[in-house]
């Protein structure tokens, strides 16, 4: 990953404005926790070629191939809120996906994104004070998922052309810029710009949690992010830690 080329292409006035570049690293969003608040800087993204102990949402592990696709953490400072930030982190991917590639992503509540009803991306948001960490993975160039093969897909194996992952990346951290200062503005807005790219509100779906399994209905997504679902014609609220989603196709 040239940061060079990066710097040279963003268009942001802070989100990627500074760079901490790493070869390889366990896990940037890790590396991003033990960086002390007096050196942090709002929009400090850190890059990393390959991670060893990459993570998802519910402690799942993160494969990549070193050099292969785009691995980072963003630092946000100061938010007024940060339950959207899923579903910002997902409308950029799937823009830039489809600005840099043209071909049409979509996104999974809460924190996917799919390509062919394969996923290519996902992020993880943690939080610590007033300090916001989107840890975000791209399958960019890799070409092996292992067991892995039926759920995953990248821009590689879906075109067969090798991508220049800056290129990716620059065009994310602008979209990024812009829609959090909508996001300060209209939460409704960023919801309604999401909602163009799923597919799965109105259908039924396969929730799991850490108790049980089931199937429900899914009927809207709130200004919170929460999902609304029906069940039983019951209307519950569920919010991402909760639950894993399964789209019936």
Not at 17 to 41: G, H, P
Not at 89 to 100: K, Q
Not at 202 to 218: L, M
Request: aromatic share 6%; with cysteine.
């Amino acid at each position: 990953m040239n940061s060079t080329l990066i710097e040279n292409l963003l268009k942001t006035k802070e989100i990627g404005r500074q760079i901490v570049f790493l070869k390889e690293i366990d896990s940037t969003n890790l590396f991003a926790k033990e960086i002390t608040s007096n050196t942090i800087t709002n929009g400090m993204i850190i890059i990393a070629d390959h991670q060893t102990e990459g993570k998802g949402r519910r402690g799942r592990t993160w494969i990549d191939e070193g050099g292969a696709n785009i691995l980072c953490s963003l630092i946000l400072t100061n938010l007024k809120s940060t339950s959207l930030l899923p579903i910002i982190a997902g409308i950029s991917i799937v823009e830039s996906i489809f600005e840099c590639t043209n071909l049409k992503a979509e996104c999974k509540w809460p924190n996917d994104v799919l390509l062919n009803k394969k996923k290519i991306s996902g992020c993880l948001i943690e939080q610590i004070g007033n300090i916001a960490i989107i840890g975000i993975g791209i399958n960019v160039n890799q070409n092996n998922f292992g067991d892995l093969t039926n759920n995953a897909t990248s821009l590689f194996n879906e075109t067969g052309i090798k991508w220049e992952r800056e290129v990716l990346l620059v065009n994310l951290l602008n979209r990024m810029e812009t829609l959090l200062s909508i996001y300060e503005i209209s939460s409704s807005e960023i919801i309604d710009l999401w909602k163009k790219y799923v597919t799965f509100i109105g259908k039924e779906v396969n929730i799991s949690t850490e108790i049980e399994n089931y199937s429900a209905t899914a009927v809207d997504v709130n200004e919170e992010g929460l999902l609304i679902i029906r069940k039983d014609n019951i209307l519950q609220t569920l919010t991402a830690g909760d639950v894993s989603l399964k789209i019936n196709l």
